[in-house]
């Protein structure tokens, strides 16, 4: 953000064609505060009375024209990107070359009544990663194997010939990278601060979730959060989404009383992953 392309990227696209968020609404059975507000998209002019996600949607012309408008972007961003392969392929350096593309966070175009990033859920850290380029022998495929950003650099060790430094805590994906069916880990780690911007309301409370992700589920911890001292304080509350039945993550099923051995598990392996 902002959303701002060449007219041509625009033009590309009919407001009317484009298809809206299905799950207009905050995951159920999760506490208001981890779907916060959009504080990104809130501070701009046009912007400033936003609905929260507990107060409803957007307007679906708004809806729309956001949605429209991030589509011209992510085209003008990948026009960019073609023009760096092309001079790559006429520099002749794409033979030895590795190329890595990611973004550090994935979006929202209006589901669970949210809009751009900040959360802990699937739909705003699933992010892209593609890599290509020499060595590369699954190009064009796409993998189902969880991996993280601390992947790339053994990643790029492993396939430059580096040795990986044994105090590195991601893993290589070379194996991913030549067959795309491989698994290298079995969880993927994230965490997000709720309560150090928005408005004076928002910012009474800091709270940190802390999330693990496994092939099928999403497992998120929230806790108290002391700025001072940077460390987490008092339990606050649970979410789990079983990504099987429930692939948008629309229920919270952590207070089901089936799920309470899972729930053991799970919490075991984000402590691990986050050394708690």
């Known amino acids: 953000m902002p959303f701002t392309a060449p007219k041509k990227y625009w033009d590309m696209y009919n407001s009317e064609d484009i298809p809206l968020a299905k799950n207009q609404f905050p995951p159920k059975n999760s506490p208001e ?41 992510v085209t003008y961003v990948d026009a960019q990107i073609g023009r760096l392969m092309d001079e790559l392929e006429k520099s002749g350096l794409a033979e030895n070359t590795i190329v890595v593309l990611w973004g550090d966070h994935g979006w929202k175009l209006g ?16 992010a892209p990663l593609i890599i290509s380029g020499k060595g590369v022998k699954s190009k064009g495929e796409m993998t189902q194997s969880l ?9 790029l060790c492993d396939m430059t010939g580096f040795e990986i ?18 698994i290298v880990k079995e969880a ?4 997000f601060l709720l309560g150090r911007y928005g408005s004076k309301e928002d910012r009474k409370t800091e709270r940190m ?3 693990v992700r496994t092939d099928r589920y999403r497992y998120v911890e929230w806790y108290k959060w002391n700025p001072k001292q940077k460390t ?29 051995e899972l729930i053991l598990e799970l919490s075991k392996s984000l402590t691990k992953g986050f050394i708690l």
């Open 33 to 73: 505060f981890a779907m916060h507000g959009d504080v990104e998209l809130r501070g701009y002019a046009d912007k400033h009375d936003l609905p929260k996600p507990a107060e409803g949607s957007l307007s679906e012309a708004e809806q729309r024209e956001l949605i429209h408008a991030y589509y011209a972007c």
């Open 111 to 126: 589901e669970h009544n949210g809009w751009a990033k900040q959360t802990n859920y699937e739909i705003d850290t699933r």
């Open 147 to 155: 991996t993280e950003f601390v992947d790339v650099y053994p990643t």
């Open 165 to 182: 430094p044994k105090y590195l805590q991601g893993e290589s994906l070379k194996p991913i990278l030549e067959n795309p069916n491989i």
């Open 188 to 191: 993927a780690y994230s965490q």
């Open 209 to 211: 979730g802390y999330t």
């Open 232 to 260: 987490k304080g008092d339990f606050i509350t649970r979410e789990l989404f079983d990504h099987k039945t429930d692939p948008q993550e629309n229920s919270n099923i952590a207070d089901v009383s089936e799920n309470k």
